[in-house]
């Protein structure tokens, strides 16, 4: 059973517009949730995190959004430049839990010139 | 270059025989991970090391795997007889805390 959830295996969109990218998880018990981009060949870079107190955390283009009573959140990422092509994983833990990393299946985004 | 560093990147290996992988964290980390990804998937977690004890482990984590950090500072994760199901790629990563991990580039094991 999984509990964190990417339902879009694919997102391709123009350079320029925004990217979302949308995860949800099953576990009321996860308090911090992160999301992770992967290039081939390379391992998953942190890009940005946000803690269940918070309900949006931004960083430069991307912007995390967590609604918690629908156990959901996104990414954004504007504008969008094409070295954002990668894919993109969400992750959810529970503080204390020792960095046991739950990973959705990820969601490969494109981003065309 | 004080990321974290794994070797080999590649393992070719036949069915049966044992592999072992290294991992090298960032120095100030004290804690380490091993995960495993398989095409399709995100990472699963396997094991955790707070220094060099070992804290945690997942039930993916079979009697044939077995991970080592003796000074708490490189770890090594041996696969013993392996079997065509543990081709994937067996990721590290360390951490100063215990929500933000920093991966390495992964090693990727073929059994053929």
């Known amino acids: 059973d999984q509990q964190v959830k990417q339902n879009s295996p694919s997102l391709s969109v123009q350079e320029g517009r925004i990217s979302i990218l949308n995860c949800d998880y099953t576990?009321?018990?996860?308090?911090?949730f992160l999301w992770y981009k992967k290039y081939p060949a390379e391992g998953p870079t942190f890009l940005i995190s946000?803690?269940?107190?918070?309900d949006k955390n931004e960083d430069g283009r991307f912007t995390v959004f967590l609604n918690k009573s629908a156990k959901h959140l996104s990414l954004h990422i504007v504008p969008s430049q094409p070295g954002d092509s990668a894919v993109y994983f969400c992750?959810?833990?529970?503080?204390?839990?020792?960095?046991?990393?739950?990973f959705g299946k990820g969601t490969k985004l494109s981003v065309k010139p | 270059d004080t990321g974290v560093s794994q070797n080999p990147r590649h393992k070719i290996t036949k069915r049966g025989q044992n592999v072992t992988f290294r991992c090298d964290p960032i120095?100030?980390?004290?804690?380490l991970y091993w995960y495993r990804q398989t095409l399709g998937q995100g990472p699963e977690f396997l094991t955790y090391?707070?220094?060099?004890?070992?804290?945690?482990k997942s039930r993916l984590l079979s009697d044939r795997f077995s991970a080592e950090r003796p000074k708490g500072s490189f770890s090594t994760l041996e696969i013993q007889r392996t079997e065509q199901g543990d081709s994937a790629m067996y990721l590290c990563?360390?951490?100063?805390?215990?929500?933000?991990?920093?991966f390495g580039s992964g090693t990727q094991l073929s059994v053929l």
């Open positions: 990563a360390s951490s100063p805390t215990s929500e933000k991990l920093f």
């Open positions: 576990n009321s018990m996860f308090d911090y």
């Open positions: 946000i803690s269940s107190i918070k």
């Open positions: 992750a959810a833990t529970r503080r204390g839990s020792q960095g046991n990393l739950i």
């Open positions: 120095s100030e980390h004290n804690r």
């Open positions: 090391f707070q220094n060099e004890a070992q804290l945690e």
